[in-house]
């Protein structure tokens, strides 16, 4: 397979630091307004609160998370860092999948359902059992996600545990 020039990697490094930079800014964002969500003092103000975190999750994070994963694939099928030749690019590559699908089945439906209960019940939804719910997973699982984002970061940048051991016969 050709390999990306110097430029080309550069261009690719920048494009995918973007995706994670939104990756990473979309799930602090979202948490903290998951968060903020029982503070609301209306209906509309509730509803505004879910509009606005789908509009984050939709915009920000699925883009980020999806970018980040086809950078990533392209890293490693045009440059000389492969998909598992270092141990911390093993880890990085299942972590990203894990978060991807941890996000998209198990924190996105809960994102997605909040306004449509916000709407019809307005402030009532504070005491609804699938909208306090909804807001629990998110904030459990929000709070693993962000903490598998930045470990990615981190690991992105130690660069630990080295070069897997080849095995032979």
């Known amino acids: 397979m050709p390999k990306l020039g110097k430029l080309g990697l550069r261009v690719l490094k920048i494009v995918h630091l973007i995706l994670a930079g939104l990756w990473v800014g979309g799930a602090i964002g979202l948490n903290i307004m998951v968060f903020l969500f029982s503070s609301a003092e209306s209906g509309g103000e509730l509803y505004g609160y879910n509009i606005a975190s789908k509009l984050v999750d939709d915009l920000l994070i699925i883009p980020g998370a999806m970018g980040c994963l086809v950078t990533g694939l392209l890293f490693s099928l045009f440059s ?90």
């Open 80 to 169: 000389n860092w492969g998909f598992f030749k270092h141990r911390w690019l093993a880890v990085k590559w299942v972590l990203t999948v894990f978060c991807i699908l941890f996000g998209t089945f198990y924190l996105g439906p809960t994102v997605n359902d909040q306004p449509a209960i916000s709407y019809a019940e307005g402030l009532g939804a504070l005491a609804d059992p699938t909208w306090i719910a909804n807001r629990l997973t998110s904030l459990k699982g929000g709070a693993i996600q962000v903490f598998l984002i930045l470990f990615m970061v981190a690991i992105s940048v130690i660069k630990p545990w080295g070069l897997r051991k080849k095995v032979t016969s």
